[in-house]
């Protein structure tokens, strides 16, 4: 799944202008770019992130399926 930049951005802004009693239209326009810039670096950040899976889950018995049971030995680096 990736990251939605575009909502990442939004929130951020939402949060930044919150804190701002009565914003001007430049201080609009920064926290746009501000906001932008952050949403960008945070899905740069996590899209260089390596989940590895070596061992722990153990599937059901059969072809029915069900839930896998056991702790995975999963890391993210």
Do not use: H, R, W
């Not at 939004?10 to 952050?38: H, M, Y």
């Not at 950040?45 to 896998?68: D, E, H, M, N, R």
């Amino acid at each position: 799944m990736a990251l939605n930049t575009a909502t990442l951005k939004t929130s951020l802004k939402s949060a930044f202008l919150a804190n701002l009693p009565s914003p001007t239209s430049a201080q609009i326009s920064e926290v746009d770019t501000l906001c932008g810039a952050i949403a960008s670096a945070m899905a740069t950040f996590v899209s260089g992130a390596t989940v590895t899976y070596s061992t722990g889950l153990i599937a059901p018995p059969g072809t029915a399926g069900g839930p896998v049971t056991g702790v995975s030995g999963m890391a993210i680096s």
